[in-house]
């Protein structure tokens, strides 16, 4: 049936959808409903391998403050319309701005962009949902306050409180974002306004160095959920260290991934290595600045002799360990030399300070990740392949050096059944590593989108079978995903979702929770 529409909400009859809109509009002013297709392009972009139209929002609403998304869950309740919240609304390869099902409206609220308050003593931060890293950076800046942030690669334009809700990670000592959050302010689905841990406490001053308040711990159910919109979210910032001593470790062959991993955990997990390290594979590191056609014109996976050719060419390693030391001089020099010991007992890889690798571009980008500094280097991934596909593969493995290997073989053979290459890293936490594997394809190409989804489908398949469960999934496999994690905890998702959601009005599908 056509519509004036690009698409409907479902279940929500035309009539039905201009009342809901004519009140968004009474809300939020003309200027901030949008429903046109040429302004909801840039909602319904998406870069991961599903059919576009699957993601098509019915609408963009733009609230401004806490008391305007109250209005609108009002008039969604009212409506029985589907509302999917984004912060700053990259999640780039993990299903962009767009929502998980056709017909969600989308609500913006990269208008509530004010950082709320940082306390210097405590190193602490309010922030709403639209500030990006690079706001809360430049005003850390302008203020002289020696706090770092940890940000995640395509940093500059995203931000804190939407990839904290997503679990996302970064590169510092307090890479683990969620982790590092303190409070959190939900409008829930009822418009009801709770402040989690020690925020619902009036007059309470702690809401942002305690996490815990009291009775059950409410801010898990927030991240990578649908049970409420979050609105505002305290962080925990890193004191600027007196010194940092970013150094990289390079590795000649793929099968070292097992000795790196045997070699760095113990100082990991004894805080030498303080930060979340990252395990570069050289594709990932050559992919960031090279284009795959100019030095493999085949169809297929580029070949491994291939890719050896590029690691001697480029002089980078087949795996490129970023690491830094943060302390005081005297500190960073005793844990330089445990390092520096440790190495070289391994009798493998070559250990290189900034100074020895000199003015090279992807050392620098590594180096600014790990003290929090924005850039945007890893969007030259893009160009690797062309064609602006990407999915990110993401499962959890122990930080063992034989299961990163079975990973890593698992991986490589099923991407190269269907002609796609291995463009991995993995994000050393403290006792596990996130292996992130971007599916890169060519969108424009229907026969590689179609075989980028058969492939991101199957990895998802056999890496479960195996037992590794994938920790953030773009908006195409997000029920497949649930399901990996058994029926028990689908269940319990879907009860808590209606018990606090009967309208079923927030993102539903999310995480693949419905009502
Ligand atoms: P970023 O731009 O940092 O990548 P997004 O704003 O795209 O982050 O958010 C990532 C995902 O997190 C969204 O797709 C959405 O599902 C969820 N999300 C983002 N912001 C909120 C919020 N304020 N409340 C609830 N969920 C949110």
Redesign the pocket.
């Known amino acids: 049936m056509s519509s004036k529409y690009i698409a409907l909400p479902k279940g929500v009859s035309e009539k039905s959808f201009d009342a809901a809109i004519k009140e968004y509009r009474a809300v939020l002013g003309e200027a901030n409903v949008f429903t046109d297709s040429e302004h909801l392009a840039s909602y319904s972009k998406i870069m991961i391998p599903d059919i576009t139209e699957n993601h098509t929002p019915s609408a963009a609403i733009c609230p401004a403050s806490v008391e305007e998304v109250q209005a609108c869950v009002a008039i969604c309740n009212k409506y029985k319309v589907p509302v999917?919240?984004?912060?700053?609304?990259?999640?780039?390869g993990?299903?962009?701005?767009a929502p998980?099902s056709r017909g969600q409206v989308v609500m913006d609220?990269r208008r509530m962009n004010k950082i709320i308050e940082v306390d210097a003593e405590l190193g602490t931060a309010l922030v709403e949902?639209g500030v990006t890293f690079q706001q809360l950076y430049d005003y850390l800046q302008e203020h002289k306050i020696p706090l770092w942030l940890s940000c995640?690669a395509?940093s500059a334009?995203?931000?804190?409180?939407?990839?904290a809700?997503?679990r996302?990670v970064g590169y510092t000592p307090y890479g683990e974002h969620f982790m590092f959050s303190c409070g959190m302010e939900?409008v829930m689905p009822t418009g009801e306004v709770l402040k989690t841990g020690m925020g619902s406490l009036p007059n309470s001053n702690t809401a942002q160095v305690f996490k815990w308040g009291y009775g059950p711990y409410l801010d898990g159910i927030?991240t990578?959920?649908?049970y409420?919109?979050?609105?505002k979210m305290g962080f925990w910032l890193m004191p600027a260290p007196p010194a940092f001593k970013p150094y990289v470790i390079r590795y000649p062959e793929e099968t070292d991934i097992v000795d790196i991993v045997e070699t760095l955990r113990p100082l990991r997990m004894a805080m030498i290595i303080p930060n979340a390290v990252v395990i570069v594979h050289a594709l990932w590191e050559l992919g960031s600045f090279l284009k795959r056609s100019e030095h493999y014109p085949g169809t297929g996976t580029i070949p491994d002799s291939v890719v050896k050719d590029l690691v001697k060419k480029h002089k980078v390693g087949m795996w490129n360990v970023y690491c830094g030391l943060y302390g005081s001089p005297e500190q960073n020099e005793v844990n330089w030399n445990i390092i520096q010991n440790v190495v070289k007992a391994s009798g493998k890889g070559e250990l290189l300070t900034a100074e020895q690798v000199g003015d090279d571009p992807v050392f620098k980008y590594r180096a600014d990740l790990m003290q929090g500094k924005m850039n945007t280097a890893e969007f030259g991934l893009y160009n690797w392949r062309g064609g602006g596909g990407s999915a990110w593969f993401a499962p959890v493995s122990q930080a063992r050096g034989s299961e990163t290997l079975k990973q890593m073989d698992m991986a490589k053979r099923i991407l190269g059944k269907y002609g796609f290459d291995y463009v991995s890293e993995f994000i050393v936490g403290w006792r596990d590593m996130h292996h992130i594997v971007d599916l890169l394809y060519d969108r424009t190409d229907p026969a590689q989108l179609e075989a980028a989804r058969a492939c991101f489908d199957e990895l998802l398949t056999e890496f479960s079978k195996a037992g590794y469960g994938t920790y953030r999934v773009n908006?195409a496999f997000m029920d497949k995903v649930a399901d990996t994690y058994g029926p028990v905890k689908r269940e319990i998702n879907r009860k808590i979702k209606r018990a606090l959601d009967p309208n079923g009005i927030?993102?539903p599908g999310?995480s693949g929770i419905w009502n």
């Open positions: 999917w919240p984004i912060s700053t609304g990259r999640n780039l993990y299903g962009s701005a998980c609220l949902p995640p395509p334009i995203a931000g804190p409180l939407g990839n809700v997503d996302g939900v927030f990578q959920s649908n409420g919109i979050v609105t908006t927030i993102a999310k």
